[in-house]
């Protein structure tokens, strides 16, 4: 989510079993059942409602880049990064606070040079912004 020049990044949760505490972008898990049409499209704004109360119906989300991922749990992931631009109107807040703890809206050079953002976050941001 990027508005003005500056990419909105969570901090998760310190319950969550994967990067606690680190920031990142929003994120999840397809349901099992919502396989389909535009399930990654689908997953990304069901996300972003649930995580930090934004709708996004009918705004455009555009591919970053994807990779793949073991967690510290063994668990492989594969990662989809979804840009999209905040609406103008939308506050976020912290539906889930287990979830995410707090937010930051930050410039890519901040995003560099933050030692709560991991590589993986780094990379993220600057592939949306090229």
Known sequence: ???DGRWLLIERGAQESHAPGVFAGVGGKVEPGNAGPDVLEQTARREVAEEIGVDLTGIGLRYVESALFVTDDGDQVINVVLSASMPADAHPVAVSPDEVAG?????????????????WTVRSIRAAAA
Request: charged share 15%; hydrophobic share 35%.
């Open 103 to 119: 937010f930051a809206w930050l410039t890519l050079p901040e995003v560099e040079t933050n030692p709560s953002c991991p590589p």
């Open 1 to 3: 989510m990027h508005r």
